[in-house]
């Protein structure tokens, strides 16, 4: 198992198909599910859905903060956790295939994809930083249910 699955994993887990069970293409898989099912639902049941993301991002932010070597010395810090940028990913994934699937211009199918292509190679190069000790993560954020 990598520590931090590629971007084309993350990409394969958002669109259902999770080849190996680590805990971040899992939790991407989730994630993209929340998404597609959001709009459908009251606001409630949309409520309901945004906890769930929330605690599916808390949950991939600790294990990536218990898991991930850290460096002594101080690496540029990144504005957002992997547990944020993969649930971006997610979100774009839900709406780049949705526009697959839908009337939309071709203008608004290339803008979809385009968003998608940018931010899966931000996580690319965010998640190789990371590994080479150039960049640091916020601190997870402490789930408020347990405080």
């Known amino acids: 198992m990598t520590l931090l699955p590629s971007k084309d994993l993350i990409l394969e887990a958002c669109s259902g198909h999770v080849h190996e069970p680590h805990p971040i293409l899992l939790a991407a898989y989730e994630l993209a599910s929340l998404h597609e099912a959001r709009p459908t639902l009251d606001h409630t049941a949309a409520d309901e859905i945004d906890c769930c993301r929330f605690q ?46 839908t009337n939309t211009t071709n203008q608004e199918l290339h803008q979809a994809w385009q968003c998608l292509a940018e931010l899966a190679l931000g996580y690319s190069d965010l998640t190789h930083d990371l590994m080479t000790g150039r960049r640091r993560l916020p601190t997870p954020k402490p789930d408020e249910e347990t405080q």
């Open 56 to 101: 599916l991002i808390q949950d991939i932010d600790v294990w990536v903060a218990q898991t991930i070597p850290t460096t002594l010395a101080a690496p540029s810090m990144h504005t957002e956790t992997i547990g944020s940028v993969v649930d971006r990913l997610a979100k774009l994934s839900v709406v780049a295939f949705t526009a697959l699937r």
